[in-house]
């Protein structure tokens, strides 16, 4: 073996923290050809027999360890699946997370598929042809040309904050998408057509297949690898190993895009990054624009995140100067009308759900096309009252709150989907019960009513509808879950506006004001859009097309009170014990605070630790080491209980918002379909 390395360093793929770190083996000749840095392999352990699975991260002639040295088993495939750059990244999200490394290798790197591989080492050489520069549609000529030079070899990428005209657009072929993916399938053509890689990274399958049908419009089928964990494991595979054949590519897919090898990475773009969709919810719970920054750092390529209003942590970033704006050119700016500032010489009209205006332009814009209503939640009624004492009516088994999916139907709960029969209210024993509020198919029932002759289509989690021809249609959705239409909607009502901020969450505003923007940006960009039920400062910004200043207040209100993005946060969950150690061990450290702790279920406890930037490096490496220490322990059996099963003492979460938002909307978020209707995860 002279002249070829020793030894292999690897990574293993276990979750285990006290391994989280590169182990080094010998090189068995017979594998020393194919013991190449990113492949998959086989290794031992060093007690009772054991293999383990893992991945070479470098090779060395020599290793700093003076005991006997173990050889590798077995190189599972000659594909070098984990590429350097990606493994950089990796680690350092890992370590800003208190995570280990194979936790987010295992999202970034899909199973092995031994027949897509072995049809993929077969492919015929040739690459397609690239293409040529498009021109970005909508914006000024100069700046995007400033962004795309910041994507070339040896340049120091831009780091934009892109604001998407609001409307949809049609493309070469006659479709119909949101201008946002006209934007990035151009940004990503034009970074192609340099010799370069894009990424592209959206928060879930359908705004994946809009951005891929304007793609396919500039760029030929060979230039787009899709990696999403919404597709088959083969296909899955199949577009991975695409981004390995040493050419440009557009990697497209949903968060864990971000991870994927690109060859020479050019410019990284982030749809909607205030979308709950780009947080991943297996630990560590890294989130995508996290990811973007820290890839973008490592190397030097330009970074979009786009959105119809910024996000608070693009706010951040925006008045720290670390991101520039860039906005449609001419400034094409959604204006809504909320019904509040029409009401004066109606006294009842601010009591109703639809004002007689949202009614007026409903029933005009209905002879020209289909109107968009939005609604707050899905189902017939989201909520259930006692007749007799008005108290929520909850579920026996888990004490969340009932629902009615359709009119007749059994009530249901909405943590745990157990029926309601039989039901007898705790609080009085009463039997009857009424409904309250109105939900998806409500609204469509009384629509329908009010509407004679129009199509009512409702779309939720329960209703999947991607797109509907023009017509006279009335379509009820939920928040995320609208529809696209040709030529778009000749009007969107936004019902329902004082329940949703009335959400108790740290981010309710901004979530509301990303949720009325992305539903009206699906209007022609003539339509009217009527936003219902709010008032204030909210509907005064949104009157004059400035979202961002209700963000930048937003994000100045949490400055003053030190809660996420304006500091950090990491929720330390666990046996009490277990919580205490970990707060005292980050105690010294300047700018520390607590919040807690408090009572969970099953014995155990949550605090809050909130930190300043600066402190993130010191805080995660302090609380990762009482991560390993509690991981070696076993739990304390609890007088007069049996002896329970092994399971982490601790428990860490890095930047995670959820212990400030309501028990509710958590436990939806738990059934895999959110209130919204998107499928997550």
């Not at 951005?211 to 083969?234: C, H, K, Y």
């Not at 930190?611 to 995660?620: M, P, R, T």
């Amino acid at each position: 073996m002279d002249g070829t390395p020793s030894f292999a360093r690897v990574v293993l793929d276990s979750p285990l923290p006290q391994l989280d770190r590169l182990f080094d083996y010998r090189i068995p000749e017979a594998l020393s050809a194919s013991a190449q840095p990113g492949v998959r392999v086989i290794v031992p352990l060093r007690t009772a027999g054991r293999r383990a699975r893992g991945y070479i991260v470098e090779l060395a002639d020599r290793v700093d360890f003076e005991g006997p040295v173990n050889d590798l088993e077995d190189v599972v495939s000659e594909v070098p699946v984990l590429d350097p750059a990606v493994w950089r990244l990796l680690r350092r999200a890992a370590d800003r997370a208190a995570g280990t490394a194979s936790d987010i290798l295992r999202l970034a790197v899909p199973p092995r598929m031994v027949r897509v591989e072995k049809a993929w080492l077969a492919r015929p050489d040739g690459h397609p042809r690239l293409p040529s520069a498009p021109v970005i549609t909508g914006y000024d000529a100069v700046e995007c040309s400033s962004l795309l030079r910041s994507a070339e070899p040896g340049q120091h990428g831009s780091r934009i904050a892109l604001r998407a005209r609001p409307h949809p657009v049609a493309l070469v072929d006659g479709t119909w998408v949101p201008a946002f993916a006209q934007t990035l399938a151009e940004l990503a053509a034009a970074v192609i057509a340099g010799g370069r890689s894009a990424i592209v990274s959206v928060p879930d399958y359908r705004d994946v297949a809009h951005v891929e049908r304007a793609a396919r419009t500039l760029l030929d089928e060979g230039l787009i690898a899709r990696v999403d964990a919404g597709q088959s494991n083969p296909d899955r595979y199949r577009g991975f190993l695409r981004t390995l054949e040493g050419r440009p590519v557009l990697v497209l897919g949903t968060r864990t895009a971000v991870t994927a090898p690109a060859y020479e990475l050019g410019l990284i773009a982030v749809w909607d990054d205030g979308d709950p969709l780009h947080v991943e919810q297996h630990a560590p719970g890294v989130h995508t624009r996290d990811l973007a920054l820290l890839r973008q750092e490592g190397e030097q390529c330009a970074l979009v995140f786009a959105g119809h209003a910024p996000s608070a942590d693009i706010q951040r970033l925006l008045e720290l100067r670390w991101l520039s704006a860039l906005s449609p050119r001419p400034d094409a700016r959604r204006r809504l009308t909320p019904t509040a500032h029409q009401v004066q010489a109606e006294p009842a009209a601010d009591r109703a759900r639809i004002p007689s205006s949202a009614w007026q332009t409903a029933s005009r814009a209905l002879e020209s096309g289909p109107v968009l209503v939005q609604v707050a939640r899905p189902g017939y009624a989201p909520r259930l009252a006692c007749s007799d004492c008005g108290e929520t009516a909850r579920c026996a088994r888990c004490q969340g709150p009932l629902a009615q999916e359709a009119q007749g139907a059994t009530p249901s709960c909405r943590w745990c989907g157990a029926l309601a029969v039989g039901w007898r209210c705790a609080a009085c024993d009463g039997v009857r019960w009424r409904t309250v509020g109105r939900g998806t198919a409500r609204t469509a029932d009384e629509l329908g009513r009010a509407f004679p002759g129009a199509r009512v289509i409702v779309a939720d989690g329960s209703n999947l509808v991607q797109s509907i021809p023009r017509g006279r249609t009335l379509v009820v959705a939920t928040r995320g879950a609208e529809p696209l239409v040709a030529g778009g909607y000749s009007a969107v009502l936004l019902l329902d506006g004082e329940q949703m901020l009335a959400r108790e969450s740290l981010r309710v505003v901004e979530d509301c004001v990303r949720w009325w923007l992305n539903a009206a940006a699906l209007a022609a960009p003539d339509a009217p859009v009527m936003l219902a039920g709010v008032g204030g400062a909210v509907a005064t910004a949104l009157a004059l097309g400035r979202p961002e200043q209700i963000v930048a207040s937003e994000l100045a209100d949490r400055r003053s009170l030190r809660f996420p993005p304006a500091v950090r946060v990491a929720a330390v969950l666990g046996e009490p014990d277990s919580v205490a150690q970990a707060v005292r061990s980050v105690s010294d450290v300047p700018g520390v605070d607590v919040l807690g702790p408090v009572e969970l279920d099953d014995d155990r406890v949550r605090a809050i630790i909130r930190f300043d930037y600066a402190q993130g490096a010191l805080v995660a490496e302090r609380l990762k080491a009482e991560i390993i220490r509690s991981s070696t322990q076993r739990p304390k059996p609890l007088p007069g209980r049996p002896p329970r099963r092994r399971t982490p003492l601790l428990r860490v979460r890095f930047d995670d918002v959820e212990p400030f938002d309501d028990p509710g909307g958590n436990r939806a978020r738990a059934t895999g379909v959110g209130a919204s209707g998107r499928i997550e995860g």
